[in-house]
C-alpha cells in the first residue's frame, strides 16, 4: 500500500505545539486561515489546542480510544485539557474534517471511527434499537474495527519500525522507564495526578509499574505464576508496597488502562438494557427483555471468558532483557 494512504504520521504530544511537531499541516489554507481568523484567542496556539483536543477524541492511535466512548472522552478532554472543547458545534465540523481527511485519511480508519461514533449514538439514543439488534450488528461492527487496527500497525511499522502497537497498551520497561513519561495520556486522569502529588513522581511510577507487574497480561510472569507469587516477587524484587493501600489504584488498573473495545461494548449495552427496562415503553415487552436479556449474557460470556478465545502474540522487547513484551488477541 502507497504511503500516502497510511495516516498521518503524527509526531509531538498535547504539551508541544501541534504545527511545530507537525510543521507540513501548518501549510494547508484551511489552517492557516484558522489561525488568522483565531488571531484574538491566540492564533497558532489556539488552533493547536484544537487538533490535540481532537487527536484525543477522534484518533484510534490514542491511548483512551478503545477504553472509553465518545462521551466519555469529550467530557476527559474538557475537564483535564481543553474546557472549551465542544465537537457537537458547528465551529468544530471544519477542524473535525480536516483531521479526517487530512490526518486519519486511510478509508479503514475513517469507516471505522464514523461506524463506531454511530452505533455509539444509537446505544444512547433509539428505543427501538435492542440489545438484539444492537449485538447482531456489532458483530459486524468488528470487522472495521480489525481491519482498521491493522492499517494502523501496518503504518506505524512503515514509519517507526514498530510492531503490533494498537490497540495501545502500556508502553515501557519497568526497570528502564518512568511509567508516566512512557505513557503520558495517564496525565489525563485526576487519579494519576493526585497520586504523584501524593507519592512524588519516582515513587507514583513504581507503585502503578507494581501493578503493571500483577495484573497487566504484557507483564512477564502474569500467565506463568498465581497473582500472590506475582505479589511476593513484586515486593521482594522490584518494590516494597503493600498493595492493600492502594486498592483504588487497582480499581483504576483495571477499569481503565485493562480495559479494552469490547468491555466498553458490553458496558454500554448493559446500560442500553437497563435504560430498555427502566423505560417503561409499551413496545418493550418481557418477551423483549429476555431475548435481550439472553444475548447480553452470551455477549458477556465471550466478553469475559479469560480461558478461551485468546491467543497470545510474543515480542521479544527491545529494551527489557530478560523480559518479554506481550499483546493479547481475540481470536
Not at 491511548?63 to 457537537?88: C, G
Not at 518512568?178 to 494519576?192: C, P, Q, R, V
Amino acid at each position: 500500500m502507497r504511503s500516502d494512504e497510511h495516516p498521518y504520521n503524527l509526531h509531538g504530544y498535547i504539551t508541544d505545539n501541534f504545527f511545530e511537531a507537525n510543521p507540513d499541516l501548518a501549510k494547508y489554507p484551511f489552517i492557516k486561515t484558522k489561525i488568522e481568523e483565531e488571531e484574538e484567542n491566540g492564533g497558532i496556539d489556539y488552533v493547536s489546542k484544537i487538533m490535540w483536543s481532537l487527536y484525543l477524541f477522534l484518533d484510534p492511535r490514542t491511548f483512551i480510544y478503545d477504553k472509553m466512548t465518545y462521551d466519555e472522552k469529550r467530557m476527559l478532554v474538557v475537564r483535564s485539557y481543553n474546557s472549551d472543547f465542544n465537537p457537537d458545534q458547528i465551529g468544530f465540523q471544519p477542524y473535525i474534517n480536516f483531521y479526517e481527511e487530512r490526518i486519519l485519511k486511510n478509508e479503514d480508519v475513517l469507516y471505522f471511527t464514523r461506524l463506531k461514533r454511530q452505533y455509539e449514538r444509537k446505544i444512547k439514543n433509539e428505543t427501538a434499537f435492542t440489545i438484539v439488534k444492537a449485538v447482531k450488528e456489532l458483530r459486524g461492527f468488528i470487522m472495521y474495527s480489525k481491519k482498521a487496527y491493522g492499517m494502523l500497525n501496518m503504518a506505524e511499522q512503515y514509519y517507526n519500525r514498530v510492531k503490533n502497537r494498537y490497540p495501545r497498551k502500556i508502553d515501557g520497561d519497568p526497570e528502564e522507564h518512568n511509567f508516566f513519561t512512557k505513557n503520558k495520556e495517564l496525565f489525563l486522569f485526576e487519579e494519576m495526578n493526585n497520586l504523584i502529588s501524593k507519592e512524588g513522581a519516582e515513587n507514583a511510577s513504581k507503585i502503578m509499574w507494581s501493578f503493571y507487574h500483577i495484573l497487566d497480561p504484557k507483564s512477564f510472569y502474569f500467565d506463568k505464576t498465581t497473582r500472590e507469587e506475582r505479589e511476593k516477587r513484586c515486593i521482594e524484587k522490584f518494590y516494597k508496597i503493600d498493595f492493600t493501600d492502594y486498592l483504588d489504584i487497582e480499581d483504576f488498573y483495571k477499569k481503565l488502562i485493562l480495559m479494552d473495545e469490547e468491555q466498553v461494548n458490553y458496558n454500554e449495552l448493559k446500560k442500553k438494557m437497563d435504560f430498555l427496562i427502566m423505560s417503561g415503553s409499551k413496545n418493550y415487552d418481557v418477551l423483549k427483555a429476555s431475548e435481550d436479556r439472553e444475548e447480553l449474557l452470551k455477549y458477556k460470556t465471550a466478553v469475559f471468558n479469560d480461558s478461551e478465545g485468546f491467543s497470545q502474540v510474543v515480542i521479544q522487547g527491545k529494551v527489557q532483557p530478560g523480559l518479554m513484551a506481550r499483546r493479547i488477541i481475540r481470536e
